[in-house]
């Protein structure tokens, strides 16, 4: 897994052993989004609600680890299946309340049955919040990829 990372932004890339249509599939659709996204150990995605096209919105809800309930929720900007996803992200769990809203990336690429998936996020507008999101993609795509390789 490579990283790159700027005041602003986060660039994850990961190798995954199956087909980008699959990878697509596991980050887009609903009912397969939360059988992944969360451990008992951090968080738990619980219900994912979308409209898949430019200009539709997404929003996820879920429990974290002490019990207390968050969403994260965005607009699609371009969707460009299976090897290009690009939404606002705006998340409701900051303390402080100056979550603001950012733009995540997802850019799929297969070669000999194996998906490469880069995610960007951009837009923090502290290096701290970038920090923590960096630290959460990095689960993220450990997930993604034991679900879609089970």
């Known amino acids: 897994m490579a990283t790159v990372e700027t005041p602003a932004i986060i660039v994850e890339t990961i190798a995954i052993d199956a087909p980008m249509t699959a990878v ?10 939360v059988q992944w996204w969360g451990s008992a150990e951090s968080y738990r995605t619980t219900t994912m609600e ?6 539709g ?6 429990i974290d ?6 969403s994260v929720s965005g607009t699609y900007r371009i969707v460009d299946a299976p090897q290009l996803i690009e939404f606002t992200w705006t998340h409701d769990w900051s303390k402080r309340g100056d ?4 733009i995540v990336r997802y850019a799929l690429t ?7 998936l880069t995610v960007t996020h951009a ?3 502290t290096v701290e919040d970038r920090d923590v999101h960096a630290h959460g993609w ?13």
């Not at 979308?50 to 200009?55: K, N, S, V, W």
């Not at 297969?110 to 490469?116: L, S, V």
């Open 24 to 33: 697509f599939a596991a980050l887009t659709e609903p009912d397969q989004l």
């Open 50 to 55: 979308c409209d898949l096209r430019p200009g």
């Open 57 to 62: 919105a997404w929003k996820t809800t879920g």
């Open 65 to 70: 680890r002490d019990g207390e309930a968050f």
């Open 99 to 102: 979550a603001n809203e950012t």
């Open 110 to 116: 297969e070669r000999d049955g194996t998906t490469h």
């Open 123 to 125: 837009g923090f507008a």
């Open 138 to 150: 990095k689960t993220v795509l450990g997930w993604v990829r034991a679900f879609v390789t089970r």
